[in-house]
């Protein structure tokens, strides 16, 4: 089970019982639903909880770090017929493991806050699309929807309120595009996960043509807090332009890898103590702090950084999804490109021509040098080729496939040049090896 | 073609979706049809697509697309273990050869007995649990060491 | 909106896409995975464009038009966003153009020359991609050679209306196949060949068999079904090398159905007459023109002589065109017959001399797309109108609410507002419970006969949509007009349109359904069915081949047998015309003569010969009139066909004078429905005319399997078949021994089996009678 430090607990405050606090008398025993309870209760008008979200500065917690209340006021209000929520809990970005931890532990959470946007947007039907590879997370989620509708949280005029909501889960089945919102909404529609082009927003166009609003599990898991608390005491927790607190997942090489609440803004440093330092008292090297797509920063710009947006994109990288990979001297940048270079090369949709050639091409490249094959334009070679995939793909997964390439070979151009030339890793393969402690655990 | 079983679980699921939206529910359909036959022939895939009212290529492409639809008959036993970085650091890619090595197979092979089959995974969403692997598709293990998956493989056996 | 591309200004509407504003202005942007007729997709990415305050180039044809938004196709940015996606998709592309079928018509190697690099930076191996069999039509030997458009999968689903063709699989090793293996079988499928930007999908009777910059360029006209798709024939050395669309907006857009794009082979078919023969001995033997003309002269003077002149009968096939029709009726008339038709498929022929004009769609094909509600009536309309069909596909998907009133359930492809399946016995009663709803709802007078009627909830919901709305249409389908009862669904769609405001009108069966009326084809004695139900001494027969063209071939071929003299124009020697003809005179098929055809909407297309007549092939207006002269029937002294058109068509080109759907004075008498085993007959599409029944490669499609016996399986049971035992099949004297099929869209008491095939050439009437037992 991951370690879960709370400094300041809005999303984790539901870890605390572990694996035994996720059933709706828990989440109610802490004040669930009291929010949802208060909105429908009190008749508020949908302006406020909207208002509310918009004074918090809640930033969208998938990647992209949208404004939430601004994505919100973008659905239209007068619209006759469905109008859709939907949670993204495909969670597929390498490095990032909260919205699993979330659903585990608190997926009632995650269920008052779609029932309190759809009640904002006038929303009646929503889904939560879950990652493929976590069957029993999805189980679970099924069993908190049936909790929650036995108990008049979800479905027919909700706490006798005139408001319907229904809420279902939709299983993912091994794709990492369907992160993407528009892929997202073409698979839960039962085709192929390749993302539309934009416009048409999903605010006017989305699930099944009607008007969808698309959030990260985590952002849904805080809206019940900051209705709770209110917005302005949200964004006081964090600092301007940097709401609340935010869920942190930690891998790599350190000791105590899981998922870390804290403020934004919290030093790097911070976090990585709470992670339990870094494994074996060795040295840290480099750390991609947004998840997979995001530029690797190298450990001294790291070392300086507050876990923020503003600062991480300073360091020139990006917040992301708040997954933190970090990594240590033993680590080989070559191989840990390739890696990923397969990766965004394995998962692009396949649609459209940069990304479904530009991703392969890399990876070939990136792949042949990690092989002892590299040639002596094959820095500039890869250069090229991400500037001509990115910006000109129809969804980010362009963009994420050649930020990494654009970064590691920035910061690690000598590791490359090395490789090139000797036809070897700059890391011996052995300390590689002790690195991963793979054959070591046992031990 | 399917049980009556398997045709409750897939109308539970065509449920969540808009009357005229059945095709929705194509991807839990070809999951529980897997489930069910251990893997997705073309006479599955078809089944499905009819069922739901969509053209067969159409329910082919998702299963092609989405990649933990085995397309090929697979052992009792299909271990995906992730290789991708957050696990690699920790030793996902170790754990890949360790069970190459245990079991005498590489990546998209079967064992002799058709007990275990062996994919390399995409990330699976528990890399602070690294390194991971998933029997099935539906069970998770964590902190895949040695000895882990020593007792892991003795179990399935 | 105003919108600047390259310092050039656009005015286009609201919603407009850069690349519409583009079009507009003459301004081309590269493209491949954009269409004009598809929906957008904008994944090939080669149309980025520079837009001013955009950070990133952005693709023209997804992107929408803003006010006073400045474009540039050509600046730097543009230029490099493009050059980077065309090398892109040039690193996994064979680079053999020398060798590709597209050479020459590749919008890839067009575009690469303006935007490909020099040497390839590209130095992995090249992506393999295995070849796929989908049938006789298209190929797919070469997909390594697909970019991934999608341009053909989006044609299936938005077009066709049949998804067969996928992308399957992700990332770079996204595939474009069918599912395990199947065959392309929409008759729409050669569309998807012309759309492949590059050598994917290539035609697979054309393969390898002309260079494109070796081909002349011809303008045609489809001489198959009643729409006239515009065509343009391919030729080299006199020889038609393949059928390609020409756009027209208003009539075929810019597709055509497979039946016009591959019926050309028949035209080099061995099954070619290329020499008159006549029958010596009994055998046909090859003769000169000078002496198969006498021989044609002397005995139809010889009988007309000794008989007089309704000994004698003409039927043209509706095929023919306006001028060879023409000139046949005049001849036959002039020869003191009034046995003259050219509607071999027709039974009912009551309301001849009651029509109120040459019957006719009713509107403009272009009007479809703006119409609220349509009904057909009486049509396999899939297989019988491909791009009509089509049309009305494109209807449903927007607003229109179509319906049909049918003879078994096939799928048109369309989502269709309701759809009521009858037997043919029953569907003046479907039509006339559509009518009495129809008034009922707006609270008019039922008209008499329709007392007995009880409308059900379905023809309420038909009658109720052709009341709503702007523009409304009725449409009678082939199998409505060759019904037994075609007269009293044609007064029924007459009152419907009265009490709806709706437009009523035929679909019409072939290139001159319409044409023959005009060229004045008509009976003044015995019609198409009468003339061999009441056996005459001679027969002309012009471009028909009876026993698979006529309503009941049974009794047609036995008058045949029977006859005195035969005497056919047509094309081809092979089939049962070696049975019964004494005299086959080689005409020249639409490629070799000029002529016209005029359309379902009344559009009269006239076309030149696109190659000199096969043989001793002539064309079969210049035949009629040698006869004409060679007889010394006055008034056959034409120079050319446009002389003989103008005498029937004196406007020209354009839309005939004439038309109309009236009816006047035929009484409103439902039938009773009989309890009998009742035949329904459909006329596959690859048998619908002698040209497309040699066509080779359409021969070995789905379509064209050999006819089964279709039952649900109530008549299955009923006749004590299963489905895949052998029946014998029986209508009056003949039979035939044939597959039983169970088919649930059958409807009960009938059994399908289709017309115009060798193999039920034996049975009789279409929607006669059946008898069926196990063999
Ligand atoms: C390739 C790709 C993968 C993505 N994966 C995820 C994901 O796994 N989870 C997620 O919440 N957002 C993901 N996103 C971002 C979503 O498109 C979208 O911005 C987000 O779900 C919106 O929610 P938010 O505003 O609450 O952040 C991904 C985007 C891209 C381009
Ligand atoms: S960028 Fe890649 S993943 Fe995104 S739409 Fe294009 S091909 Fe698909
Ligand atoms: S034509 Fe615009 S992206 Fe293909």
């Not at chain 2, 529910?25 to 078809?46: F, H, P």
């Not at chain 3, 001028?323 to 001849?352: C, H, M, T």
Request: proline share 5%; aromatic share 8%; with cysteine.
């Amino acid at each position: 089970m991951a370690i879960l430090g709370a400094i300041n607990p809005m999303l984790s405050v539901g870890l605390e019982g572990g694996d035994k606090a996720w059933r709706l008398a828990d989440y109610v025993r802490r004040g669930g639903y009291a929010a949802l309870r208060r909105i429908l209760e009190e008749k508020l008008p949908q302006e406020y909880v909207i208002n509310e979200v918009k004074k918090s500065v809640l930033r969208g917690r998938g990647g992209a770090g949208f404004p939430t209340g601004l994505k919100w006021s973008f659905m239209p209000r007068s619209f006759p017929g469905d109008k859709y929520v939907v949670c993204n809990s495909d969670e597929g970005e390498p490095g990032t493991f909260k919205d699993r931890d979330l659903l585990r532990y608190d997926p009632h959470s995650v269920i008052e806050g779609m029932a309190i946007a759809a009640f904002a947007m006038g929303a009646t039907r929503g889904y939560n699309y879950i990652h493929g590879e976590i069957w029993e997370i999805y189980e679970r989620f099924e069993e908190a929807l049936d909790e929650a509708r036995a108990a008049g949280f979800l479905g027919k005029d909700i706490l006798g309120s005139g408001f319907s909501f229904e809420l279902f889960a939709h299983h993912g089945y091994g794709a990492y595009i369907c992160g993407e919102e528009t892929a997202l909404l073409e698979s839960i529609e039962g085709k192929k996960g390749q993302p539309r082009f934009k416009p048409p927003f999903p605010a006017s166009f989305g699930l099944y043509g009607k008007p969808t609003t698309i959030n990260n599990t985590e952002t849904f898991a805080s809206i019940p807090y900051i209705l709770n608390l209110g917005g302005e005491h949200f964004l006081e927790v964090g600092k301007a332009n940097n709401g609340g607190t935010k869920l942190f997942s930690v891998s790599g090489h350190v000791n105590r890898p899981g998922n870390y609440e804290v403020p934004l803004g919290t030093p790097f440093v911070t976090l990585l103590e709470m992670a339990g330092g870094m494994r074996g008292g060795r040295k840290l090297k480099a750390c991609i702090p947004g998840g997979s797509s995001s530029p690797v920063v190298p450990a001294a710009t790291m070392m300086e950084c507050t876990m923020d947006y503003d600062s991480i994109s300073k360091a020139g990288s990006m917040l992301g999804s708040g997954a933190v990979i970090v990594m240590d001297e033993t680590t080989c940048m070559v191989k840990a490109l390739e890696r990923l270079s397969f990766f965004y090369y394995e998962e692009s949709c396949g649609q459209c021509t940069p990304c479904r050639e530009g991703t392969n091409w890399l990876y070939k490249v990136v792949h042949r040098i990690e092989h002892g094959q590299g040639r002596g334009d094959d820095l500039d070679l890869l250069a090229s080729i991400t500037t001509n995939i990115m910006g000109r793909t129809i969804c980010a997964l362009g963009d994420a496939a050649s930020m990494p390439v654009q970064s590691f070979v920035k910061h690690y151009g000598d590791e490359f040049a090395y490789h090139i030339e000797h036809k070897k890793c700059l890391v011996p393969v052995d300390v590689q090896r002790a690195g991963s402690g793979f054959f070591t655990a046992t031990v | 073609m399917l049980t009556s079983e398997s045709l409750k679980r897939i109308d539970r699921e065509i449920a969540k979706y808009p009357a005229d939206q059945k095709q929705s529910a194509v991807m839990a359909a070809l999951a529980i049809a897997q489930q069910e036959r251990g893997w997705l022939s073309s006479e599955a895939i078809e089944f499905v697509a009819a069922y739901l009212g969509m053209a067969p290529i159409a329910a082919y492409e998702v299963a092609t697309f989405y990649n933990m639809y085995d397309l090929e008959p697979v052992g009792k036993y299909k271990l995906s273990v992730c290789t991708n970085l957050p696990c690699m650091l920790t030793g996902g890619v170790d754990a890949g050869e360790y069970l190459k090595r245990k079991l005498g197979i590489g990546y998209n092979e079967t064992t002799p007995d058709g007990l275990i089959t062996l994919k390399e995974g995409e990330c699976m969403g528990a890399c602070g649990d690294a390194p991971v692997m998933i029997v099935n598709n539906r069970r998770m293990c964590s902190w895949m060491n040695p000895e882990q998956i020593d007792k892991l493989l003795a179990e399935l056996k | 909106m105003e919108i600047e591309i390259d310092g050039k200004v656009a005015h286009v509407p609201d919603g407009s896409t850069i690349m519409d504003a583009a079009q507009q202005i003459g301004a081309y942007i590269p493209h491949f995975c954009y269409h004009k007729k598809l929906s957008i997709a904008a994944n090939c990415r080669m149309c980025l464009v520079q837009v001013e305050k955009a950070p990133k180039p952005l693709p023209a044809c997804a992107t929408p038009v803003t006010n006073g938004m400045k474009v540039f196709t050509h600046s730097d940015l543009a230029i490099k966003a493009q050059k980077g996606v065309m090398e892109f998709l040039l690193i996994n592309h064979p680079l053999d153009c020398p060798i590709c079928d597209q050479g020459g018509e590749c919008q890839l190697q067009d575009l690469a020359v303006g935007y490909g690099g020099g040497a390839s930076r590209f130095q992995e191996a090249k992506r393999v991609v295995f070849h796929k069999d989908v049938g006789p039509l298209i190929s797919m030997q070469e997909m390594a050679r697909c970019i991934h458009c999608t341009r053909c999968v989006r044609f299936g689903q938005e077009v066709a209306g049949v998804m067969e063709l996928g992308m399957a699989n992700r990332n770079m090793h996204s595939e474009i196949m069918t599912f395990v293996g199947r065959s392309v079988d929409s008759e729409l499928s050669g569309n998807m060949i012309d759309l492949c930007p590059v050598g994917a999908l290539t035609s697979r009777p054309f393969r390898y068999a002309a260079r494109s910059w070796e081909l002349a360029r011809r303008k045609s006209i489809s001489p198959h079904d009643s729409l006239g798709a515009n065509l343009s024939v391919q030729v080299k050395n006199n020889v038609v090398m393949r059928v390609l669309p020409r756009e027209n907006e208003d009539v075929n857009e810019c597709w055509i159905a497979d039946r016009e794009r591959f019926s050309y082979e028949a035209l080099g078919s061995p099954a070619r007459l290329t020499k008159p023969m006549i029958r010596v001995d009994g055998s046909l033997r090859e003769v000169d023109w000078n002496i198969a003309l006498d021989y044609v002269t002397h005995a139809l003077k010889d009988i007309v002589g000794s008989s007089g002149g309704q000994a004698l009968a003409g039927l043209a096939s509706p095929h023919a065109t306006l001028e060879e029709i023409y000139l046949l009726q005049k001849l036959v008339r002039a020869l003191g017959s009034g046995n003259i038709d050219f509607r071999p498929r027709r039974r009912d022929f009551s309301s001849d001399g009651k029509l109120g004009g040459v019957p006719w769609l009713g509107l403009r094909l272009s009007e479809i797309k703006d119409l609220d509600a349509a009904l057909v009536v009486g049509s396999f309309l899939r297989k019988d109108h491909p791009l009509f069909a089509q049309r009305l596909r494109q209807l449903a998907k927007k607003w229109g609410k179509v319906s049909l009133l049918s003879l078994g359930a096939d799928d048109p492809l369309i989502k269709l507002h309701a759809q009521l399946s009858v037997s043919p016995a029953e569907l003046p009663r479907a039509l006339a419970a559509v009518v009495k709803a129809a008034a009922q709802l707006k609270g008019e007078t039922v008209a008499a006969g329709l007392e007995s009627i009880d409308p059900c909830a379905v023809s309420q919901a038909i009658a109720r949509s052709l009341l709503d709305g702007e523009k409304r249409a009725i449409f009678l389908g082939n199998a409505a007009e060759q019904h037994p009862q075609a007269a009293q669904l044609h007064a029924l769609a007459v009152e419907l349109a009265r009490i709806t405001g709706a437009s009523c009108g035929f679909i019409g069966e072939a290139a001159n359904s319409v044409g023959g009326y005009v060229a004045k084809a008509l009976p003044t004695a015995l019609n198409a069915y009468e003339m061999f139900a009441q056996p005459r001494q001679a027969y002309v027969l012009l471009g028909v081949e009876p026993e698979l063209d006529c309503h009941d071939p049974q009794q047609a071929l036995s008058a045949l047998r029977e006859a005195r003299l035969v005497v056919s124009l047509t094309p081809f020697k092979d089939g049962t015309v070696r049975d019964y003809a004494d005299v086959l005179l080689p005409t020249a098929p639409f490629t070799e003569t000029s002529g016209s055809f005029v359309n379902a909407e009344g559009r009269l297309q006239s076309f030149k010969g696109v190659v000199r007549p096969l043989g001793d092939a002539r064309p079969g207006w210049k035949v009629l009139r040698v006869l004409g002269n060679l007889l010394d029937l006055p008034g056959f002294d034409y120079e050319s066909s446009e002389q003989v058109r103008d005498e029937v068509a004196p406007a020209g080109e354009g839309f005939v004078s004439g038309l109309g759907n009236g009816l006047n004075g035929v009484a409103l008498v439902l039938p009773a429905t009989g309890a009998a085993l009742q035949r329904i007959a459909d006329v596959p599409i690859y048998q619908s005319d002698p040209l497309v029944r040699r066509a080779a490669a359409l021969q070995r499609t789905t379509d064209a399997a050999l006819p089964t016996a279709r039952m649900n399986a109530e008549t299955l049971a009923t006749v004590g078949a299963s489905d895949g035992a052998s029946v014998r099949v029986k209508q009056c004297s003949g039979e035939a021994v044939l597959v039983a099929r169970l088919d649930e869209t059958v409807p009960v008491g009938c059994v399908r089996v289709a017309a115009a095939h060798r193999a039920t050439a034996a049975l009789g009437e279409m929607f006669g009678a059946i008898n069926v037992e196990r063999a």
